[in-house]
């Protein structure tokens, strides 16, 4: 598949159906993460795999979604910005909210490749959240993200347009 069909494939899936994803199906979206890019190698994170009952419903005390308790798989990405780049001769800027964002994406798509659905959760309640991952005060949990078979199509993809979203050479 070429690269834009897959971009327009994946779209968030909130509902599930009840059939285990796959060990290799995992390791696939996994391996996708894995080798997405980080500022300066750093690889400031680490992927919490949830896939027991009731360490599922723990999370999904924090998204009380109905959908969510659905889905099979919960991939937590979880920085530790102690560990991560920061634009130090400049502003301190840290970027391991970038660098997690680009692995959860990565992951996204190598999941739609295969055929699988998953949305990005980032409105979870981060104190009931960290309890469930029973994550230390130097890690932060940034996105679940939801795995699974799809039980929907997902919305239509509502982008603005390109005239709109560009501008060229500069901001005026
Ligand atoms: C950083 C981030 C946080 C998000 N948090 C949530 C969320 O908490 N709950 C939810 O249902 N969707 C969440 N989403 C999914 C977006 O709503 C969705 O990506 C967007 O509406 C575009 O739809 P599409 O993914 O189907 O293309 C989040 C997406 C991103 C990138």
Redesign the pocket.
Known sequence: MKFIELAKK???I?SYKPEPVSDEQLNEVLEAGRLAPTACNLQPFQFVVVRQKENLAALAAG?P?PWFAEAPVVIAVCTMPSKAWKRSRHDDRCLVDVDA?IAADHMTLAAADLGLGT??????DPKIVRKALGVPRTVEPV?LLTLGHPNEK??P?IRQPLEKLVRHEKWK
């Open positions: 994946r779209v968030s909130r998204y979604a964002a949305c990005w959760v980032g409105a979870f996105v997902g919305r993809k």
